[in-house]
């Protein structure tokens, strides 16, 4: 199992800090108020020097930061942030893909420049909607000013490649309000776009009020039809839908998500980061102080376990099927040295007869039904290897 002595050529970075906790989120962020900002930047330090002693990188070919809001920092944190980045991960790909997810309206040309400057080459914006009245239902403190502004900043900057993510399935959202959206977004003509549903997750404002049968969202129906709105209108724009909720132009898909999806292993720092390295996979310590307590004895892990090869095969089928053009055979053998119909083959036959899966030339895809019923395609795999594949 490959997964078990490859070392990660990806880094996943978590800044835990927000300016305000919106109403749908269950990520690891706590409000930026009174929080020990450059203690944990030490504490990010020490986790980076200890992983990279223990597993020592080699060329890095995509770097994430992630949040939280990592452009709550200043522009002095941003440097020094940045700067440690590139002492415990020195050997960067010529062309690495290094992303930063911002919030429009936190971006002062400032802290752009000190993060062109860091290395960041590629901005997540966090946009969510172009409708005020939508952003503020849902907790967002943004408005579509603060959009355009953020965007023009970047440009301005020298950046250019740019994502921005939007949401469906939001409470009073319509089919019109997401088509005016679509507009709006499409007359940016970024290279790459991002579009989620909402999901209602547990220990959310949103939650509370969905368990009270006070959050207004749109029929099943009508979620169905602004998925199918946002192909069709990205389709026709020149983009190429290459993950379930990803679109982008040729040559600007995320190759950091695409680490995740290809099933390859990366390293996880921060409060409450995942991490898979040689095979295993851990969490660290969520909360702000404990976790910068921790790294001052050791690695701040909270739990971790080491990934079974039937795990690790079922991995594979349910996060590449997540990949438009899907799953290929070559890459699963490369990956455990066994053949993927030999595993999956009862399964892989259930759902071509479904026609839910489509045979390619390498491998096997999502059909058009099969992108739309994703989670239970995925689900077929949890257990399913055929029994002779499992002694």
Same mark, same amino acid.
């Given at each position: 199992m490959i997964q078990r002595h490859?070392?990660?050529?990806? *880094?996943?970075?978590?800044?835990? =800090?927000?300016?305000?906790?919106?109403?749908?989120? &269950?990520?690891?962020?706590?409000?930026?108020?009174?929080?020990?900002?450059?203690?944990?930047?030490?504490? %990010?330090?020490?986790?980076?020097?200890? #992983?990279?002693?223990? *597993?020592?990188?080699?060329?890095?070919?995509?770097?994430? *930061?992630?949040?939280? /809001?990592p452009t709550v920092l200043l522009p002095d944190q941003m440097e020094s942030f940045l700067r440690r980045v590139? /002492?415990? =991960?020195?050997?960067?790909?010529?062309?690495?893909?290094?992303?930063?997810?911002?919030?429009?309206?936190?971006?002062?040309?400032?802290?752009?420049?000190?993060?062109?400057?860091?290395?960041?080459?590629?901005?997540?914006?966090? *946009?969510?909607s172009f409708d005020n009245a939508l952003l503020e239902g849902i907790g967002r403190i943004h408005n579509t000013d603060d959009v355009y502004r953020s965007l023009e900043n970047a440009r301005k900057v020298g950046f250019t490649n740019m994502s921005i993510d939007l949401m469906f399935g939001l409470p009073k959202q319509t089919v019109a309000t997401m088509n005016d959206s679509l507009d709006k977004a499409l007359a940016l003509d970024l290279p790459h776009y991002s579009i989620y549903s909402l999901k209602v997750e547990e220990n959310t404002l949103f939650h509370t009020?969905?368990?009270?049968?006070?959050?207004?969202?749109?029929?099943?129906?009508?979620?169905? &039809?602004? =998925?199918?709105?946002?192909?069709?209108?990205?389709? &026709?724009?020149?983009? /190429?839908?290459?993950?379930?909720s990803n679109f982008a132009k040729p040559?600007?898909?995320?190759?950091?998500?695409?680490?995740?999806?290809?099933?390859?292993?990366?390293?996880?720092?921060?409060?409450?980061?995942?991490?898979?390295?040689?095979?295993?996979?851990?969490?660290?310590?969520?909360?702000?102080?404990?976790?910068?307590?921790? #790294?001052?004895?050791?690695?701040?892990?909270?739990?971790k376990h080491e990934v079974s090869e039937q795990d690790a095969m079922e991995d594979f089928m349910m996060v590449g099927l997540r990949l438009l053009k899907g799953v290929r055979s070559a890459d699963f053998y490369t990956q455990f040295q066994r053949e993927l119909e030999s595993v999956f083959g009862s399964? %892989?036959?259930?759902?071509?007869?479904?026609?839910?899966?489509e045979k390619t030339a390498d491998g096997y895809r999502l059909s058009e039904q099969g992108v739309l019923l994703g989670n239970e395609v995925f689900g077929e795999f949890l257990g399913g290897l055929e029994q002779a594949s499992v002694s």
């Amino acid at each position: 199992m490959i997964q078990r002595h490859e070392t990660p050529q990806a *880094v996943y970075i978590h800044i835990p =800090f927000c300016t305000n906790k919106c109403h749908y989120c &269950d990520f690891n962020s706590y409000v930026l108020k009174g929080q020990p900002v450059m203690d944990y930047l030490d504490a %990010l330090e020490r986790e980076m020097e200890q #992983t990279a002693t223990l *597993v020592p990188p080699r060329q890095i070919e995509t770097i994430f *930061v992630g949040g939280g /809001t990592p452009t709550v920092l200043l522009p002095d944190q941003m440097e020094s942030f940045l700067r440690r980045v590139k /002492t415990y =991960f020195p050997d960067q790909a010529p062309n690495i893909e290094f992303t930063m997810e911002a919030n429009p309206g936190t971006t002062d040309l400032e802290k752009l420049q000190a993060m062109k400057e860091g290395g960041v080459n590629r901005i997540s914006f966090g *946009v969510q909607s172009f409708d005020n009245a939508l952003l503020e239902g849902i907790g967002r403190i943004h408005n579509t000013d603060d959009v355009y502004r953020s965007l023009e900043n970047a440009r301005k900057v020298g950046f250019t490649n740019m994502s921005i993510d939007l949401m469906f399935g939001l409470p009073k959202q319509t089919v019109a309000t997401m088509n005016d959206s679509l507009d709006k977004a499409l007359a940016l003509d970024l290279p790459h776009y991002s579009i989620y549903s909402l999901k209602v997750e547990e220990n959310t404002l949103f939650h509370t009020l969905y368990q009270k049968n006070q959050l207004p969202l749109p029929e099943e129906d009508e979620e169905l &039809d602004m =998925f199918l709105l946002i192909m069709n209108r990205l389709k &026709d724009a020149g983009y /190429t839908q290459y993950e379930i909720s990803n679109f982008a132009k040729p040559g600007f898909e995320s190759r950091h998500n695409s680490m995740y999806w290809l099933n390859r292993s990366y390293y996880g720092i921060g409060a409450g980061a995942h991490g898979y390295t040689r095979g295993i996979r851990h969490i660290n310590i969520k909360g702000v102080q404990p976790y910068i307590d921790a #790294t001052r004895t050791g690695l701040p892990i909270l739990e971790k376990h080491e990934v079974s090869e039937q795990d690790a095969m079922e991995d594979f089928m349910m996060v590449g099927l997540r990949l438009l053009k899907g799953v290929r055979s070559a890459d699963f053998y490369t990956q455990f040295q066994r053949e993927l119909e030999s595993v999956f083959g009862s399964v %892989l036959n259930k759902l071509l007869s479904q026609k839910l899966l489509e045979k390619t030339a390498d491998g096997y895809r999502l059909s058009e039904q099969g992108v739309l019923l994703g989670n239970e395609v995925f689900g077929e795999f949890l257990g399913g290897l055929e029994q002779a594949s499992v002694s």
